[in-house]
């Protein structure tokens, strides 16, 4: 009962968030799967680069998730929330984000297969399917997902901090990700609503180390980046923000879309509301596995 009423204040949340006027709510159309994304934008001159894979959309309600250890000093879950923010006509309309697939000096694990799934619209549980129907259809998540993935300069020890209470250097770890992105793709093609700025950046790692974010956390709902980063090989000048992006660790495609919807809330500006006893759940039934959302 208990998680019931939680996945309801979710609902509830964000339904006020993302549909300010409900009395005037109607059923939104049904996403046209017909009309999906382009291909993956390249800077100009760019090689594409694509992976030798086929997408295979993972079993559901039949999965083992690994339960964190909680942040210190914290209520416990394993995400660090940054201040909820007013509430402002940018929670509806289209975004197209960017995700990239990154991790550490070193290692060899590629964009994983069931990336791609990530924003089917037909895809009960992937990242676009959950907030146009969170959102009652006010809310569509266009996205992309980076053909490589990115690889930091130095391993994950050169970018922890001293102590769990300090966030640790992931702004630096961002900035070197970006760098490398920013070589390869166009990044305005991820600015939909023209304001200069990519509309979100989900940078998604295959582990999280303690202390890279902050103690035990295994996402964050911003870049760490001090100042704006600068594209300099879009097709017309676009700026990242630190508020409109997240990092993530994503090790399976229940993770990683649970974790981007999760991180996604807060840059709308939503507090935390999950439940996590989803993580100490064995084969839950799909209509009890919230998968942390």
């Known amino acids: 009962m208990a998680r019931r009423n939680q996945r309801l204040m979710l609902c509830l949340t964000l339904a006020g968030l993302l549909c300010p006027a409900l009395a005037a709510w109607r059923p939104a159309p049904p996403v046209d799967a017909t009309a999906l994304e382009p291909e993956f934008p390249l800077r100009p001159g760019a090689?594409?680069?694509?992976?030798?894979?086929?997408?295979?959309?993972?079993?559901?309600?039949n999965?083992?998730?690994t339960q964190p250890a909680p942040r210190p000093a914290t209520?416990?879950?394993?995400?660090?929330?940054?201040?909820?923010?007013?509430?402002?006509?940018?929670?509806?309309?289209?975004?197209?984000?960017?995700?990239?697939?990154?991790?550490?000096?070193?290692?060899?694990?590629?964009?994983?297969?069931w990336a791609e799934d990530l924003f089917d619209p037909d895809l009960p549980g992937s990242f676009r399917h959950f907030y146009h129907t969170m959102s009652f259809g006010r809310l569509q998540m266009e996205g992309a997902v980076a053909p490589r993935r990115y690889l930091?300069?130095?391993?994950?020890?050169a970018y922890l901090a001293d102590d769990d209470f300090e966030p640790g250097q992931y702004g630096r770890f961002t900035r070197e990700i970006l760098e490398q992105a920013d070589r390869d793709l166009d990044f305005s093609a991820f600015d939909r609503t023209g304001d200069g700025v990519v509309d979100v950046v989900f940078?998604?790692?295959?582990?999280?180390?303690?202390?890279?974010?902050?103690?035990?956390?295994?996402?964050?709902?911003?870049?760490?980046?001090?100042?704006?980063?600068?594209?300099?090989?879009?097709?017309?000048?676009?700026?990242?923000?630190n508020a409109q992006g997240t990092l993530q660790r994503g090790r399976s495609f229940t993770e990683a879309a649970a974790s981007m919807a999760h991180e996604y809330g807060h840059v709308l500006g939503l507090p935390d509301l999950y439940n996590t006893d989803f993580v100490r759940q064995v084969g839950a039934p799909p209509e009890d596995d919230s998968a942390g959302i």
């Open 47 to 61: 090689v594409r680069r694509v992976p030798a894979v086929t997408a295979v959309r993972p079993a559901t309600g």
């Open 63 to 65: 999965h083992t998730v």
């Open 75 to 113: 209520d416990g879950h394993s995400s660090t929330q940054p201040v909820a923010k007013p509430v402002t006509a940018r929670h509806t309309g289209t975004r197209r984000a960017l995700v990239l697939f990154a991790g550490f000096a070193g290692e060899t694990a590629p964009v994983p297969a």
């Open 152 to 157: 930091a300069s130095q391993p994950a020890t």
């Open 203 to 241: 940078i998604v790692l295959e582990h999280t180390p303690a202390r890279f974010l902050l103690g035990n956390a295994t996402g964050v709902g911003r870049l760490g980046l001090e100042e704006d980063y600068v594209a300099t090989g879009s097709a017309r000048p676009v700026r990242v923000r």
